[in-house]
């Protein structure tokens, strides 16, 4: 099977990790990557078209279109756009494919993530890839195909062995500070002094004697991260009215104790013996003297959550599967 694979695939990006899960499927790939594009430098002239108008201007577009000419002498079997949402719709839909799918990581219900030219061609799209479920009959009332599947863990970033007695901190976070997470620090500090971190960018200005505060990790740093740490608290997006996320399935292939948001699907994906459930950070505040007590309970839990995620058909190499099965 020959794929072409357009989009944000940066190194240690969801769709990256997809191209590599259809490799790993047997397909042959080629890459257009956008993410120069999709991520202009801030205060440049096409930044401002990009946050402003929604969407890309005419030289964003006119490079978009080369890049995607030059793969145009190629036939393929499957076309998958990964957050195209900002570029022009037509080239994509009248590519020389038999068929064209658009993959989505984000919440199409949130207006920051859709475009008024990707709603107008949704319908014909083949399929709409989405890892959320409640946009299934938001995207099938609009007159498109959708196909859902989980978040995943990608094998070549998400991994360790190594156990939580030789982590130093009991909890950690890996992720950016947003409205809905501005409180983590101040709570963090008053449970879990001297035994909490938080990697991510826009944490600085939250810096608390007692929490450990560091920049954000990248693809790269990911393990090293997630090995300093015990229990990982896995936070949602609620601009994305999240029910999951990527970081539910990497951080317990990282070995780590799952901290994760009482959410139905969180629930689906683990048992109450295979990840810790909370509605709000502080509803763990008697976490750490548990693991202290009991640091055995804590390693059999991560090692569970491990078990479920890794053998449980959940590496980028299953969705793939699955949007090929699906398609």
């Known amino acids: 099977m020959k794929i072409l694979m ?28 956008l993410s120069d594009l999709s991520y202009p430098r801030r205060g440049t002239r096409s930044w401002a078209e990009l946050k402003w108008l929604r969407r890309h201007g005419s030289r964003a577009a006119m490079e978009f279109s080369l890049r995607l000419r030059r793969q145009s002498l190629d036939r393929f079997d499957l076309l998958v756009a990964v957050k195209c949402v900002n570029f022009p719709q037509e080239p994509l839909l009248e590519f020389n494919a038999d068929k064209r799918v ?18 107008r061609h949704e319908p014909y799209w083949d399929a709409i890839v989405t890892t959320k479920s409640y946009n299934v009959p938001e995207i099938r009332s609009r007159g498109g195909v959708p196909i859902f599947i989980n978040n995943a863990y990608d094998p070549r970033l998400h991994f360790s062995d190594l156990p939580l007695s030789a982590r130093r ?40 004697s007692l929490v450990e505060v560091r920049p954000a990790t990248g693809a790269a740093g990911f393990v090293k991260a997630a090995e300093s740490f015990k229990a990982s608290l896995v936070l949602l997006n609620s601009d994305n009215r999240d029910l999951q996320t990527a970081r539910t399935f990497e951080a317990a292939a990282a070995g780590n104790l799952v901290l994760a948001k009482d959410t139905p699907e969180h629930r689906e994906i683990y048992s109450v013996n295979e990840a ?9 505040a008697d976490l750490t003297a ?22 449980g058909n ?14």
């Open 102 to 119: 658009h993959v989505s990581f984000d919440d199409l219900g949130n207006p920051e993530n859709v475009s008024d030219a990707y709603l």
């Open 169 to 208: 901190f009991d909890i950690g976070f890996i992720g950016a500070r947003r409205r809905d997470r501005a409180d983590l620090v101040r709570v963090m500090h008053t449970h879990f002094a001297e035994k909490a971190i938080i990697y991510g960018p826009g944490w600085r200005s939250e810096r608390s």
């Open 276 to 284: 810790v459930f909370f509605n709000t950070p502080s509803d763990l």
């Open 6 to 33: 357009v989009g944000v695939l940066r190194p240690g990006s969801n769709g990256l990790s997809l191209a590599d899960g259809f490799r790993d499927a047997g397909a042959k790939v080629t890459e257009v990557d």
């Open 314 to 327: 959940n590496a980028y190499f299953h969705r793939a599967m699955q949007i090929i099965s699906e398609i």
């Open 290 to 311: 548990r693991m202290d007590q009991d640091p055995t309970w804590a390693q059999r839990v991560a090692t569970a959550g491990h078990d479920r995620v890794v053998g």
